[in-house]
Protein backbone atom coordinates (compact mmCIF):
# COMPACT_ATOMS: atom_id res chain seq x y z
CA UNK A 1 0.00 0.00 0.00
CA UNK A 2 1.53 3.41 -0.90
CA UNK A 3 1.64 5.66 1.78
CA UNK A 4 0.14 8.49 1.83
CA UNK A 5 2.07 11.88 0.87
CA UNK A 6 2.52 14.58 3.70
CA UNK A 7 0.77 18.15 2.98
CA UNK A 8 2.78 20.80 0.62
CA UNK A 9 4.44 23.02 3.65
CA UNK A 10 2.55 26.60 2.99
CA UNK A 11 5.86 28.01 3.09
CA UNK A 12 9.14 26.82 1.51
CA UNK A 13 11.61 28.98 3.36
CA UNK A 14 10.57 30.72 6.47
CA UNK A 15 13.01 32.97 8.09
CA UNK A 16 12.96 34.58 11.38
CA UNK A 17 14.36 38.00 11.90
CA UNK A 18 14.83 38.33 15.76
CA UNK A 19 14.90 34.70 17.39
CA UNK A 20 13.61 35.73 21.02
CA UNK A 21 10.89 34.58 22.98
CA UNK A 22 8.41 35.36 20.13
CA UNK A 23 10.18 34.78 17.41
CA UNK A 24 11.62 31.44 18.22
CA UNK A 25 8.15 30.80 19.28
CA UNK A 26 6.63 31.56 16.12
CA UNK A 27 9.47 29.23 14.66
CA UNK A 28 8.38 26.24 16.83
CA UNK A 29 4.96 26.82 16.34
CA UNK A 30 5.40 26.20 12.57
CA UNK A 31 7.68 23.53 12.94
CA UNK A 32 5.44 21.45 15.19
CA UNK A 33 2.67 21.69 12.40
CA UNK A 34 4.70 21.53 9.40
CA UNK A 35 4.72 24.93 8.38
CA UNK A 36 7.78 25.19 6.27
CA UNK A 37 10.11 23.12 4.55
CA UNK A 38 13.07 24.96 5.67
CA UNK A 39 13.57 27.27 9.08
CA UNK A 40 16.53 30.12 9.09
CA UNK A 41 16.86 32.26 12.10
CA UNK A 42 18.41 36.30 11.78
CA UNK A 43 19.69 37.58 14.95
CA UNK A 44 22.54 40.31 15.49
CA UNK A 45 23.33 38.60 19.02
CA UNK A 46 25.68 35.85 18.29
CA UNK A 47 24.44 33.68 21.23
CA UNK A 48 21.47 33.51 20.03
CA UNK A 49 22.62 32.11 16.26
CA UNK A 50 24.17 29.43 18.18
CA UNK A 51 21.65 28.76 20.47
CA UNK A 52 18.50 28.59 17.64
CA UNK A 53 20.70 25.51 16.26
CA UNK A 54 21.37 24.00 19.30
CA UNK A 55 18.02 24.24 20.24
CA UNK A 56 16.52 23.35 17.11
CA UNK A 57 14.27 26.48 16.41
CA UNK A 58 16.31 26.54 12.88
CA UNK A 59 17.24 24.84 10.15
CA UNK A 60 20.29 27.57 9.80
CA UNK A 61 21.06 30.42 11.42
CA UNK A 62 22.95 33.75 10.73
CA UNK A 63 23.77 37.24 11.76
CA UNK A 64 23.69 38.37 8.23
CA UNK A 65 20.14 40.09 7.19
CA UNK A 66 20.71 39.83 3.59
CA UNK A 67 21.92 36.56 3.58
CA UNK A 68 19.00 35.15 5.96
CA UNK A 69 15.70 36.42 3.34
CA UNK A 70 17.69 35.46 0.24
CA UNK A 71 14.98 32.55 -1.08
CA UNK A 72 12.57 32.90 1.44
CA UNK A 73 9.05 33.25 1.08
CA UNK A 74 8.02 34.02 4.29
CA UNK A 75 10.06 36.53 6.32
CA UNK A 76 9.11 37.28 9.88
CA UNK A 77 10.10 40.52 11.63
CA UNK A 78 10.53 39.89 15.37
CA UNK A 79 13.06 42.69 16.78
CA UNK A 80 11.95 45.58 18.80
CA UNK A 81 9.65 47.84 16.56
CA UNK A 82 12.10 50.77 16.24
CA UNK A 83 14.92 48.52 14.36
CA UNK A 84 12.03 47.38 11.96
CA UNK A 85 12.53 50.29 9.28
CA UNK A 86 15.81 50.18 9.06
CA UNK A 87 16.24 46.30 8.79
CA UNK A 88 13.34 46.38 6.09
CA UNK A 89 15.87 48.85 3.74
CA UNK A 90 18.60 46.41 4.27
CA UNK A 91 16.31 43.33 3.33
CA UNK A 92 14.61 44.84 0.30
CA UNK A 93 17.13 44.48 -2.10
CA UNK A 94 17.12 40.37 -1.44
CA UNK A 95 13.52 39.99 -0.94
CA UNK A 96 11.88 37.07 -3.26
CA UNK A 97 9.50 37.97 -5.45
CA UNK A 98 5.71 37.06 -4.38
CA UNK A 99 7.60 36.40 -0.81
CA UNK A 100 5.52 37.76 2.30
CA UNK A 101 7.07 40.15 5.15
CA UNK A 102 4.82 40.25 8.56
CA UNK A 103 5.91 41.05 11.66
CA UNK A 104 4.69 40.26 15.23
CA UNK A 105 5.00 43.63 16.81
CA UNK A 106 2.94 45.46 19.31
CA UNK A 107 2.44 48.80 17.40
CA UNK A 108 1.08 48.94 13.85
CA UNK A 109 0.81 52.58 12.48
CA UNK A 110 4.61 52.94 13.24
CA UNK A 111 5.63 49.68 12.02
CA UNK A 112 3.39 50.55 8.40
CA UNK A 113 4.86 53.64 8.01
CA UNK A 114 8.84 52.43 8.46
CA UNK A 115 8.72 49.44 6.79
CA UNK A 116 5.93 49.59 3.77
CA UNK A 117 8.01 51.96 1.92
CA UNK A 118 10.92 49.64 1.40
CA UNK A 119 9.12 46.76 0.32
CA UNK A 120 9.12 46.13 -3.47
CA UNK A 121 6.13 46.38 -5.55
CA UNK A 122 5.87 42.46 -6.07
CA UNK A 123 6.67 41.56 -2.57
CA UNK A 124 3.57 41.60 0.06
CA UNK A 125 3.54 43.39 3.62
CA UNK A 126 1.39 41.87 6.28
CA UNK A 127 1.43 43.32 9.62
CA UNK A 128 0.36 41.47 12.20
CA UNK A 129 0.60 40.79 15.90
CA UNK A 130 -0.18 38.07 18.37
CA UNK A 131 -1.62 38.98 21.46
CA UNK A 132 0.64 36.71 23.86
CA UNK A 133 4.36 36.67 25.53
CA UNK A 134 5.61 35.84 28.54
CA UNK A 135 8.39 38.14 31.01
CA UNK A 136 11.07 35.77 29.56
CA UNK A 137 13.13 36.45 26.71
CA UNK A 138 15.86 35.05 24.30
CA UNK A 139 15.69 31.77 22.43
CA UNK A 140 15.42 29.64 25.21
CA UNK A 141 12.42 31.35 26.44
CA UNK A 142 10.41 30.19 23.32
CA UNK A 143 7.71 27.16 23.32
CA UNK A 144 5.25 25.99 20.39
CA UNK A 145 2.14 26.42 22.53
CA UNK A 146 2.50 29.86 23.04
CA UNK A 147 -0.08 31.02 20.51
CA UNK A 148 -2.63 28.68 21.47
CA UNK A 149 -6.26 29.76 22.18
CA UNK A 150 -5.19 33.54 22.09
CA UNK A 151 -5.64 36.28 19.48
CA UNK A 152 -3.18 37.16 16.50
CA UNK A 153 -4.65 40.36 15.07
CA UNK A 154 -3.68 41.04 11.50
CA UNK A 155 -3.42 44.94 10.19
CA UNK A 156 -2.81 44.97 6.31
CA UNK A 157 -2.02 48.62 4.79
CA UNK A 158 -5.05 49.35 1.93
CA UNK A 159 -4.62 47.73 -1.19
CA UNK A 160 -2.74 44.84 0.41
CA UNK A 161 -3.00 41.64 -1.62
CA UNK A 162 -5.90 39.93 -0.26
CA UNK A 163 -4.60 36.02 -0.98
CA UNK A 164 -1.41 37.26 1.41
CA UNK A 165 -3.32 38.40 4.16
CA UNK A 166 -5.59 34.97 4.15
CA UNK A 167 -1.98 33.00 4.09
CA UNK A 168 -0.69 35.01 7.09
CA UNK A 169 -4.37 34.18 8.77
CA UNK A 170 -4.41 30.97 7.87
CA UNK A 171 -0.31 30.76 9.23
CA UNK A 172 -1.80 31.99 12.50
CA UNK A 173 -4.87 29.48 12.97
CA UNK A 174 -2.70 26.54 11.93
CA UNK A 175 -0.51 27.68 14.77
CA UNK A 176 -3.20 27.58 16.93
CA UNK A 177 -4.36 31.53 17.00
CA UNK A 178 -7.42 33.05 16.79
CA UNK A 179 -7.40 35.86 14.20
CA UNK A 180 -8.95 39.06 13.66
CA UNK A 181 -8.50 41.38 11.42
CA UNK A 182 -8.66 45.69 12.27
CA UNK A 183 -7.03 49.12 10.95
CA UNK A 184 -4.22 49.88 12.06
CA UNK A 185 -4.67 52.90 14.35
CA UNK A 186 -8.11 51.32 15.76
CA UNK A 187 -5.30 48.47 16.78
CA UNK A 188 -2.67 50.53 18.56
CA UNK A 189 -5.67 52.37 20.28
CA UNK A 190 -7.18 48.90 21.90
CA UNK A 191 -3.50 47.59 22.80
CA UNK A 192 -2.77 51.26 24.51
CA UNK A 193 -5.03 49.84 27.08
CA UNK A 194 -4.91 46.34 26.97
CA UNK A 195 -1.39 46.12 27.12
CA UNK A 196 1.31 48.98 27.31
CA UNK A 197 -0.83 51.38 29.77
CA UNK A 198 -0.72 48.05 32.37
CA UNK A 199 2.98 47.80 31.56
CA UNK A 200 3.37 51.49 31.91
CA UNK A 201 1.75 51.53 35.43
CA UNK A 202 3.63 48.04 36.28
CA UNK A 203 6.60 49.95 35.63
CA UNK A 204 5.85 52.31 37.50
CA UNK A 205 4.65 50.98 40.76
CA UNK A 206 7.72 48.95 40.82
CA UNK A 207 9.83 51.86 40.78
CA UNK A 208 8.50 53.18 43.23
CA UNK A 209 9.44 50.52 45.56
CA UNK A 210 12.88 50.76 44.87
CA UNK A 211 12.90 54.21 45.57
CA UNK A 212 11.99 53.19 49.08
CA UNK A 213 14.38 53.34 52.15
CA UNK A 214 16.45 50.11 52.46
CA UNK A 215 14.38 48.52 55.46
CA UNK A 216 11.30 49.66 54.00
CA UNK A 217 12.19 48.24 50.03
CA UNK A 218 13.19 44.90 51.73
CA UNK A 219 9.91 44.23 53.41
CA UNK A 220 8.31 45.13 50.29
CA UNK A 221 9.72 42.48 48.68
CA UNK A 222 9.67 39.79 51.54
CA UNK A 223 5.81 39.78 52.12
CA UNK A 224 4.74 40.93 48.51
CA UNK A 225 0.73 40.09 48.42
CA UNK A 226 -0.30 38.34 44.61
CA UNK A 227 -0.89 41.84 43.34
CA UNK A 228 2.56 43.19 43.54
CA UNK A 229 4.26 40.15 42.32
CA UNK A 230 1.66 40.30 39.43
CA UNK A 231 3.13 43.67 38.73
CA UNK A 232 6.96 42.89 39.70
CA UNK A 233 6.16 39.97 36.54
CA UNK A 234 4.44 42.09 34.31
CA UNK A 235 7.51 45.04 34.84
CA UNK A 236 10.24 42.44 34.02
CA UNK A 237 9.67 41.94 30.31
CA UNK A 238 12.09 43.23 27.67
CA UNK A 239 13.00 46.54 28.34
CA UNK A 240 14.38 47.54 24.84
CA UNK A 241 11.17 45.95 23.63
CA UNK A 242 8.90 48.21 25.53
CA UNK A 243 10.60 50.93 25.29
CA UNK A 244 10.50 51.07 21.69
CA UNK A 245 6.58 50.41 22.51
CA UNK A 246 6.26 53.56 24.10
CA UNK A 247 7.78 55.55 21.94
CA UNK A 248 6.53 54.60 18.76
CA UNK A 249 2.58 54.59 20.14
CA UNK A 250 2.68 57.44 22.36
CA UNK A 251 -0.22 59.43 20.99
CA UNK A 252 -2.68 56.78 21.84
CA UNK A 253 -0.41 55.93 25.16
CA UNK A 254 -0.63 59.47 26.10
CA UNK A 255 -4.63 59.57 25.23
CA UNK A 256 -5.24 56.38 27.46
CA UNK A 257 -3.07 57.89 30.17
CA UNK A 258 -4.75 60.94 30.57
CA UNK A 259 -7.76 59.14 30.87
CA UNK A 260 -6.44 56.79 33.75
CA UNK A 261 -5.11 60.00 35.41
CA UNK A 262 -8.47 61.39 35.61
CA UNK A 263 -10.16 58.25 36.73
CA UNK A 264 -7.11 57.96 39.19
CA UNK A 265 -7.99 61.57 40.72
CA UNK A 266 -11.56 60.60 40.92
CA UNK A 267 -10.81 57.64 43.29
CA UNK A 268 -8.07 59.54 45.34
CA UNK A 269 -11.20 61.91 46.03
CA UNK A 270 -13.36 59.41 47.30
CA UNK A 271 -10.81 57.78 49.40
CA UNK A 272 -10.16 61.40 50.70
CA UNK A 273 -13.58 62.13 51.60
CA UNK A 274 -14.47 58.76 52.98
CA UNK A 275 -16.74 58.15 49.87
CA UNK A 276 -17.15 54.17 50.02
CA UNK A 277 -20.24 54.09 47.91
CA UNK A 278 -18.71 55.06 44.93
CA UNK A 279 -15.56 53.33 46.07
CA UNK A 280 -17.78 49.64 46.02
CA UNK A 281 -20.01 51.14 42.83
CA UNK A 282 -16.49 51.22 40.85
CA UNK A 283 -14.96 47.94 42.03
CA UNK A 284 -18.29 46.33 41.12
CA UNK A 285 -17.95 47.62 37.64
CA UNK A 286 -14.89 46.76 37.29
CA UNK A 287 -15.20 43.63 38.42
CA UNK A 288 -17.26 42.64 35.54
CA UNK A 289 -14.14 42.83 33.52
CA UNK A 290 -12.76 40.04 35.04
CA UNK A 291 -15.49 37.55 34.65
CA UNK A 292 -15.87 38.93 30.69
CA UNK A 293 -12.35 37.75 30.53
CA UNK A 294 -12.29 34.38 32.05
CA UNK A 295 -15.54 33.77 29.97
CA UNK A 296 -13.61 34.61 26.76
CA UNK A 297 -10.87 32.08 28.01
CA UNK A 298 -8.30 34.85 28.02
CA UNK A 299 -7.71 34.51 31.86
Known amino acids: MAKARKPKPLFERACFIGIGLIGS ?3 RAMRRAGLA ?8 NPKHVKAALKLGVADEATGNYAK ?8 VLATPVGTNGEIARVIAPHLKKGAIVTDVGSVKRMVIDAVAPHIPKDVHFVPAHPIAGTEHSGPEAGFAELFENRWSIVTPPKRTS ?7 AE ?7 KVDTMD ?3 HDMVLAITSHLPHLIAYTIVGTATDLSGDLKQEVIKYSASGFRDFTRIAASDPIMWRDVFLNNREAVLEILQRFTEDLTAMQRAIRKGDGATLEDHFTRTRAIRRSIIDAKQA
Not at 68 to 75: E, F, S, Y
Open 162 to 168: AKAVAKV
Open 184 to 186: PDH
Open 25 to 27: SVA
Open 37 to 44: ATYVACDK
Open 68 to 75: AVAGADLI
Open 171 to 177: LWRKMGA
